[in-house]
């Protein structure tokens, strides 16, 4: 029964903090960010907040150095729009499995194209 509830405060949360991402910070080195995840402990006092940046390596180590910097603002913003008896503490971690999975469908599209050998056998290059 706690495990639910969890999973629908996490959903809210989800909500609420991609919206305050998009919509309330105004720090220029927020970049494109996506909130792919909320993971809420089950007493409600801690949330894993997952999100994921589209750009350079650079320019996700700054849009998440800006979200950490800008969690008290966040919790603050989400506790006026969650009602809970506690705000969770938030956490927010760099989530890269999209990438992860985008680079390994364009490493499986190149040894798609790459085709079959001469013996019928996938050809690496080397003679």
Same mark, same amino acid.
Do not use: C, W
């Given at each position: 029964?706690?495990?639910?509830?969890?999973?629908?405060?996490?959903?809210?949360?989800?909500?609420?903090?991609?919206?305050?991402?998009?919509?309330?910070?105004?720090?220029?080195?927020?970049?494109?960010?996506?909130?792919?995840?909320?993971?809420?402990?089950?007493?409600?006092?801690?949330?894993?907040?997952? %999100?994921?940046? /589209?750009? #350079?390596?650079?320019?996700? @180590?700054?849009?998440?150095?800006?979200?950490? $910097?800008?969690? *008290?603002?966040?919790?603050?913003?989400?506790?006026?729009?969650?009602?809970?008896?506690?705000?969770?503490?938030?956490?927010?971690?760099?989530?890269?499995?999209?990438?992860?999975?985008?680079? %390994?469908?364009? /490493?499986? #599209?190149?040894?798609?194209? @790459?085709?079959?050998?001469?013996?019928?056998? $996938?050809?690496? *290059?080397?003679?």
């Amino acid at each position: 029964m706690a495990r639910q509830r969890a999973q629908r405060v996490g959903e809210a949360i989800k909500e609420e903090v991609s919206d305050i991402l998009q919509h309330q910070l105004k720090d220029p080195r927020i970049g494109f960010v996506s909130v792919i995840q909320v993971d809420v402990s089950n007493d409600l006092r801690h949330a894993k907040v997952y %999100i994921s940046v /589209l750009g #350079e390596p650079a320019q996700k @180590e700054e849009t998440v150095k800006a979200i950490q $910097k800008a969690t *008290g603002f966040i919790r603050s913003e989400l506790g006026q729009r969650v009602r809970l008896y506690h705000t969770p503490e938030l956490v927010f971690l760099l989530d890269e499995s999209i990438e992860h999975g985008a680079r %390994i469908a364009r /490493l499986l #599209e190149e040894v798609r194209q @790459e085709g079959p050998g001469p013996e019928g056998e $996938k050809s690496d *290059g080397v003679s």
